[in-house]
C-alpha cells in the first residue's frame, strides 16, 4: 500500500478481496512487526492541531499584561530620575518574572498534555489475529476495528461485518438519525453521506457491532480534509483564572490611581518632585500581585496532577472548580457501587431451584439442587436449557492468565460462562455445533439481547433471549416445566414473579432466559420475532457485592453534606437491598421506577426528586429528566454515565462522570471527568481534592494580597505622618516576588486538611475573594504596616535612614515568613493543621530567609538594594515584631472573627 493509496479514491466500490489487498491486509488484521512500519509511512492517526507554543510565544504571553507595562514604566520613571541601579534592578525582576512565567507555564502546559494524553479515545482492532486495546492514534491502515455500541470510530474503514450496526454520522454529514451500516459493494458514484459500507473517523456506533477494516488515517481521513475547521484553538482559561486575571488588573489600576493620588498630595504637602517620583512608584508596584497569574497556573496543574494519581482524571479544567460546590451525586450502581464482579449464586427453573457454588471468574464450583451439600449430577431438562442459552447468547470469553481467570467482555456474560461450565457444559464446543445467525444485541432501551442459530439434526432453528426478567416475561406465552412446553398460565407468572422478588430482596441481580423454535429455517431475526411467542425457561440470580471503600465513601459524602442518589436499570428490590446496605437509603424509603417516572407529571418528579434515594429501572431518557429536575432546584449535580446514550446526561450534569474500564468512547469524550478504576470512592476523592484545590487557590490570593495591601498602607501611612520613603520600589518587587514566591508555591500544594469534608459545598457562584477573606485580609495587613512603620521610626530615631529602611525592608520581609503558616488555614490554628505537616512550606520559608540575609549582609545586597547590615539586636526587634501577626490571627481565628461554616448535618 503506497502512501497517495491512503485518501479516498472508491473504497465503498471495491470488492472485500480487492479491498484487502489495496490495504495489504486480511479479515484477522494485521501482524505486529508491520505496525512500526505503518506507524513511519502513515504517520499517527491524529488531527494536526495548532503548533506547540514556542519559547518566543511563551516569553511575548508573559510579557503582554497590563502588570508588565507599569513595571516597564516603573523602571524608566527611576532612570529618568537618576537611580539607574533601580531602574536595572526592577527590569532585572521583569527579566526574571518572565523566565519564571515561561517555565511554570511550560509546567502547566506539559502536565495538562499528560493528563489529556491519559484520556485519550482507546480502539480495539485485531492484532496476530487477536483483539487488542490500543490508543487510537496507533491505528495505521489495515488495521482490523472491532466495534460496538458506544464506541468511537477511529479512522475512516470499509465494514466487514455487521450486526444491527447504526452509526451517528451527524457531525460530518448532517443526518440526525443514526445511519444502518453493512458489508457489500456500492456504486463508485455513490455520495460520502449514502456510503453504507463505510465508517468514518470520529462518528459514533449508536447500536449493533461489527468489524471494519481501517482504509485512512489522520489528515486522509474525511474529517481530516476538514480539519481547519476542527484545529485546536489553544486552552481556554477557568472562570476562576478569568476572574483573578481581572482582580490582578484592577489591583494594577487601583494602584495607579493610590500613585497619583499620593504624588498630587506629597507635593502640597511640600516634598520635592524627584522623591514623589519615587513614592509614587514604589506605591504603584506595591499594588501588583506579580507572581498570581503564574502560580495559579501551577497550582491547577499540580492539583489536577494530584487527581489523576487518585484515579481521576480531569477532562475540562472548569470541572475542578465546579467540583467543591457538588451537592448531588447521581451515581449507576453495577461496578460503581459494586464490583461488578458477577457471580451466579441461584439458578431457578419452574419447579427446581439450584445453589451454585464458588466466586469471581474461576469455573471451580458446583450446581447443588436446593443448597445440598452434594453436586448435582443430573441437571433437569429446564436448567440444562438455561446454562446453554447462557452460553449461546453471549458475546463474553472467558481466559486464563498463569492461573488467574478473567472475562473479554460484560462482567454478567462473563458469569453465565463461569455457571454453565460449573453445570458441565463445554462452551466452545457447543457455540461450534450451533453457530449464531443473526443478532440483536443488547441495548440500555430493549434490555434484552436476542441471537438466533442454525437448527441441527436433534434441533429446530431457534432465537434466544436473555434479558430483564420483566421483559423476557412480557414476550413470554408458554413455559417449559418437566421438559415439556405449555402454555404460561397468570399463576405460573405470580410465582416467577414472586421469585424474582426473591431473588432481588437478597440485592441478586435476576436475568431470565427464553427461547422461541422455527420450524423452517429462519435466516433473519427481527424485534417482532422475539417481542411475543416466547418459551420462559428460568431465572439466574448473580450476586454483585458493594465495594468496602463505597460505603465509607458515601458516608462521607453525607457527612460532607452532598446527597447520594443511585440511578440504575437494575430490578427496584436489587437497588433498594443494596441501596440499604452501603447507607444511601434506609428500610422502608420508596423506589421510584422507570414505569412511575413515564408516568409521573414534572411537577410530581420536581417533588419526588428532592427525597428519593433510588431510581430504578431508568432509561437513558429517565437519567435526563432527573438531571433536570434536580439542577432546576439548584442542586451542582455530579452524573455519572458509560453508555453512548448517557452522553445527553453528561453533558447536561454539572460534573460528567465518565467510567474509565466500562465505559463507551462517547461517553469518555462527553464527560468533564473520568474514573480509571469505576469505583464510587473515587468521585467522592475527586470531590475532596476539588475542595482542597480551590483552597489552596484562597490561600495563595490570600497571602499575596495581604502583602499588596500591607505594603499600600505602609507607603501611605508614611506619607500622612510625615516620615521618609521607608521602602524602594526593589525593595517591595523582593518581598512580592522572591519573599512571597517562594511560599506561594508550597501553598498551592498544601496537603489536604482533616476538616475538609466537615464543610458543606460551596456556592457555586462563591468567589476566591469572599467577605471573611476579604476582612481578614483587611485585619491583618495594617498589623504588617503597624510592625514596619514602627521599626522604621525607631530606627530613623536612633540611627540613618539606610539602616531603618533596612529594617523596614527586613520587618515587612519578616512578616511573610509567619504570615504563610497563617494562610495555611482561615479557620484551624496551625497546631491543629500541623505545624510540620508542610515540609515543602518549610523549606520555602528557610530560602525566603536565607535570601534576606544575603540581601542584608552581602556587599552585592548593599549595592542594588541600599541596605546594611543588621546587628543581633535589631533582629531581637524584628522577629517579635513580625511573630505578632501569627498570634494576633491565632487569636482572631480562636474568637471566630474570620468566621466559619457550619458543620453540615448527615445527609442520608
Known amino acids: 500500500m503506497t502512501e497517495r493509496d491512503n485518501t479516498d479514491y472508491g473504497w465503498h466500490a471495491l470488492s472485500e478481496q480487492k479491498l484487502l489487498q489495496q490495504v495489504s491486509s486480511g479479515e484477522t488484521g494485521l501482524k505486529s512487526p508491520e505496525i512500526p512500519h505503518r506507524l513511519e509511512q502513515f504517520g499517527h492517526n491524529s488531527l494536526e492541531v495548532q503548533a506547540e507554543k514556542s519559547t518566543l510565544k511563551l516569553v511575548t504571553h508573559q510579557l503582554h499584561h497590563p502588570l508588565i507595562y507599569l513595571l516597564l514604566g516603573a523602571a524608566v520613571v527611576s532612570a529618568v530620575a537618576g537611580h539607574a541601579v533601580d531602574a536595572f534592578v526592577i527590569g532585572g525582576v521583569v527579566i526574571l518574572n518572565t523566565l519564571l512565567g515561561v517555565v511554570q507555564e511550560w509546567k502547566a502546559d506539559r502536565a495538562l498534555d499528560a493528563l489529556k494524553r491519559m484520556a485519550s479515545p482507546q480502539a480495539r482492532v485485531l492484532r496476530d489475529g487477536k483483539p ?78 461489527g468489524k471494519a477494516v481501517v482504509v485512512a488515517t489522520g489528515m486522509s481521513t474525511a474529517l481530516g480534509r476538514i480539519a481547519g475547521q476542527v484545529r485546536s484553538t489553544g486552552r481556554d482559561q477557568t472562570p476562576l483564572q478569568k476572574r483573578l486575571a481581572r482582580l490582578g488588573t484592577v489591583l494594577g489600576l487601583a494602584g495607579i490611581g493610590l500613585a497619583v493620588i499620593v504624588f498630587l498630595i506629597g507635593l502640597l504637602r511640600g516634598f520635592e518632585l524627584m522623591e514623589m517620583i519615587l513614592f509614587s512608584v514604589a506605591v504603584a508596584v506595591s499594588a501588583i500581585p506579580e507572581g498570581l497569574p503564574a502560580v495559579i497556573s501551577i497550582t491547577l496543574a499540580l492539583g489536577v496532577q494530584r487527581m489523576a494519581g487518585r484515579n481521576a482524571i480531569i477532562r475540562r479544567l472548569p470541572a475542578v472548580e465546579t467540583l467543591g460546590s457538588t451537592t448531588v451525586i447521581c451515581s449507576d450502581k453495577t461496578g460503581t457501587i459494586t464490583r461488578n464482579e458477577m457471580t451466579v449464586t441461584d439458578i431457578w427453573t419452574p419447579g427446581h431451584t439450584y445453589s451454585v457454588t464458588g466466586s469471581g471468574f474461576s469455573p471451580a464450583g458446583e450446581i447443588q439442587r436446593n443448597a445440598e451439600s452434594q453436586r448435582t449430577e443430573q441437571l433437569c431438562p429446564e436448567a440444562q436449557l438455561l446454562l446453554e442459552i447462557g452460553v449461546l447468547n453471549n458475546n463474553a470469553e472467558l481466559i486464563s492468565d498463569d492461573g488467574t481467570w478473567r472475562v473479554r467482555g460484560t462482567p454478567t456474560e462473563g458469569a453465565l460462562v463461569v455457571v ?95 427461547i422461541r423454535e422455527f420450524s423452517n429455517q429462519q435466516t433473519e431475526l427481527q424485534q417482532d420475532d422475539v417481542e411475543g411467542g416466547l418459551t420462559f425457561v428460568g431465572l439466574w440470580g448473580m450476586v454483585d457485592p458493594p465495594r468496602p471503600e463505597a460505603i465509607q465513601a458515601i458516608a462521607d459524602a453525607q457527612h460532607a453534606g452532598i446527597r447520594v442518589v443511585m440511578i440504575t436499570g437494575d430490578h427496584a428490590t436489587t437497588a433498594a437491598a443494596i441501596a440499604r446496605e452501603v447507607g444511601i437509603t434506609s428500610r422502608g424509603e420508596e423506589v421510584v421506577t422507570g414505569g412511575q417516572l413515564d408516568d409521573m407529571p414534572d411537577e410530581e418528579l420536581s417533588r419526588r426528586v428532592r427525597s428519593a434515594g433510588v431510581f430504578a429501572r431508568v432509561t437513558p431518557a429517565h437519567k435526563l429528566r432527573i438531571l433536570q429536575a434536580l439542577k432546576a432546584h439548584g442542586e451542582v449535580v455530579s452524573m455519572t454515565g458509560d453508555g453512548v446514550n448517557d452522553a445527553p446526561a453528561l453533558k447536561g450534569a454539572d460534573i460528567g462522570v465518565a467510567m474509565g474500564e466500562a465505559g463507551t468512547e462517547v461517553a469518555k469524550e462527553s464527560a468533564d471527568m473520568i474514573l480509571t478504576d469505576d469505583d464510587f470512592a473515587t468521585i467522592v476523592h475527586a470531590v475532596e481534592e476539588g475542595r482542597v484545590i480551590f483552597s489552596n487557590l484562597r490561600r495563595v490570593v490570600f497571602f499575596l494580597i495581604t502583602t499588596n495591601i500591607g505594603e499600600i498602607i505602609t507607603l501611605t501611612a508614611a506619607l500622612i505622618i510625615g516620615l521618609p520613603l521607608p521602602l524602594t520600589a526593589i525593595m517591595i518587587l523582593w518581598i512580592n516576588l522572591v519573599t512571597d514566591g517562594a511560599c506561594t508555591i508550597p501553598l498551592g500544594i498544601e496537603p489536604m486538611h482533616r476538616d475538609v469534608l466537615d464543610q458543606p459545598p460551596r456556592p457555586p457562584g462563591e468567589g476566591v475573594v469572599t467577605m471573611p477573606v476579604l476582612r481578614r485580609m483587611l485585619l491583618l495587613a495594617p498589623v504588617m504596616a503597624i510592625g514596619t512603620l514602627g521599626l522604621f521610626a525607631y530606627a530613623l530615631n536612633a540611627g540613618t535612614v539606610e539602616h531603618a529602611m533596612t529594617m523596614a525592608f527586613t520587618t515587612l520581609a519578616a512578616f511573610q515568613w509567619f504570615q504563610a503558616l497563617n494562610a495555611r488555614s482561615s479557620r484551624l490554628s496551625v497546631l491543629a493543621v ?75
Open 132 to 209: 487488542e486495546k490500543i490508543t487510537s492514534s496507533q491505528v495505521v491502515p489495515g488495521d482490523v476495528l472491532v466495534l460496538e455500541t458506544g464506541d468511537r470510530v477511529a479512522a475512516d474503514a470499509r465494514v466487514l461485518e455487521s450486526t444491527e450496526l447504526a452509526v451517528d454520522e451527524s457531525a460530518l454529514t448532517g443526518e440526525s438519525d443514526p445511519v444502518s451500516k453493512g458489508a457489500g459493494t456500492l456504486d463508485e458514484k455513490t455520495p460520502l453521506a449514502d456510503r453504507t459500507n463505510m465508517l468514518w473517523s470520529s462518528t459514533a456506533i449508536t447500536s449493533g457491532r
Open 420 to 514: 454453565a461450565r460449573k453445570g458441565g457444559v463445554d462452551d466452545k464446543r457447543l457455540t461450534d455445533s450451533r453457530p449464531r445467525v443473526a443478532e440483536i444485541p443488547f441495548s440500555s432501551d430493549r434490555k434484552y439481547m436476542a441471537t438466533l442459530h442454525r437448527p441441527t439434526p436433534d434441533k429446530q432453528s431457534a432465537a434466544l433471549v436473555k434479558g430483564a426478567p420483566d421483559r423476557v416475561l412480557d414476550f413470554c406465552s408458554h413455559i417449559y416445566e418437566d421438559g415439556a412446553r405449555r402454555e404460561l398460565t397468570a399463576e405460573d407468572r405470580d410465582n416467577i414473579e414472586a421469585k424474582v422478588d426473591e431473588f432481588a430482596s437478597r440485592a441478586l441481580r435476576v436475568v431470565a432466559g427464553g
Open 834 to 908: 500541623g505545624v510540620f505537616s508542610n515540609r515543602w512550606l518549610w523549606a520555602g520559608i528557610g530560602v525566603a530567609v536565607a535570601l534576606q540575609l544575603l540581601v542584608v549582609y552581602t556587599p552585592l545586597g548593599h549595592e542594588l538594594f541600599g541596605t546594611v547590615s543588621l546587628t543581633w539586636a535589631d533582629w531581637l526587634r524584628i522577629v517579635p515584631v513580625a511573630a505578632s501577626i501569627l498570634l494576633i490571627d491565632e487569636v482572631l481565628k480562636r474568637l471566630g472573627v474570620h468566621g466559619s461554616r457550619p458543620t453540615p448535618p448527615k445527609t442520608v
